[in-house]
Structures are given as structure tokens and as C-alpha cells.
């Protein structure tokens, strides 16, 4: 079982996320924080987030207030303890410039949210069967 972190600023979304995960039977360790500040803070195991653990892979929004998901990107890739964590942007943007602007902070790969639930559970679950099942990813547990 893995660690995952979404990061993601609308509570319906968040909950769609979760719910895709349930019906994609998607059984890992879901994680939600609402912001790139409250996902910095996570990260680094800070106050309220001072027992996190530290996640195996992040869906990263990148429309977001206070912090985005591009400061975020920038953050988590400098970082020496953090970089190995595989971020996927996970968003409604299909904006070329966010697609590019994301690769260019190392974002792992870009996905736009579909509209469709079910479509959004097939989405969720070629996550799941990549990053997780296909991929070998450096996990803290």
C-alpha cells in the first residue's frame, strides 16, 4: 500500500477524487490537503502535519489560492529529500502554456481531469496500474 498525497483546493473535486478511488477500487492511502501551502507543510512535516508521512506520489492541482501548483512543483523538485517524489499534475487545465510550464518544473507527467465520472475512474485507475503496479517507485514504508 502506498502513500498518496492530493492536493487539491475544491472540496467537491477532492471528493469526486475520493470517490473515483472507491469505485476504481483504489486501495491506498489518500491524503488531502486544500493548498500548496498546507501541501508544503505536509511535506515537511510541519504543525498540524507534524506526523504525516511522507507521501510515495502526489496529485498535484495547479490552480490554487495562496500557494499553485506551479510554486508547489518548484518547491518539492528543489528540495533534496522531495525530489524523488513523483508529482502528477492533476487539473482542469488543458492550457498548452500549463502543460509546458509543468514539464519544465519536472511536474512526472500531466493529466487533465475528465468531466465524466466514469471517465475519471478509468483515469484514476491507469494511475493506479502505472505508478503503482508498473512503476517501481522509492516508497518510505
Known amino acids: 500500500m ?5 492536493v487539491e483546493d475544491n472540496k467537491a473535486e477532492a471528493r469526486l477524487t475520493e470517490k473515483a478511488f472507491e469505485m476504481g477500487g483504489i486501495n491506498n492511502n489518500l491524503h ?3 493548498d500548496g501551502e498546507q501541501a508544503m507543510a505536509f ?3 510541519e504543525g498540524v502535519y507534524a506526523d504525516a508521512v511522507t507521501p510515495d506520489l502526489i496529485l498535484l492541482d495547479l490552480n490554487m489560492p495562496n500557494m499553485d501548483g506551479r510554486e508547489v512543483l518548484a518547491e518539492v523538485k528543489k528540495d533534496s529529500k522531495l525530489k524523488v517524489i513523483p ?3 492533476l487539473t482542469t487545465s488543458e492550457s498548452k502554456q500549463d502543460i509546458l510550464d509543468s514539464y519544465r ?3 512526472n507527467c500531466y493529466i487533465s481531469k475528465p468531466v465524466q465520472l466514469s471517465r ?3 483515469v484514476l485507475t491507469s494511475i493506479e496500474d502505472f505508478w503503482i503496479n508498473i512503476v517501481k517507485l522509492h516508497t518510505t514504508g
Not at 502506498?2 to 492530493?6: A, D, V
Open 105 to 107: 518544473l519536472h511536474a
Open 32 to 34: 488531502v490537503v486544500e
Open 43 to 45: 511535506l515537511r512535516q
Open 87 to 89: 508529482i502528477i499534475v
Open 120 to 122: 475519471f475512474v478509468e
Open 2 to 6: 502506498i502513500e498518496i498525497l492530493l
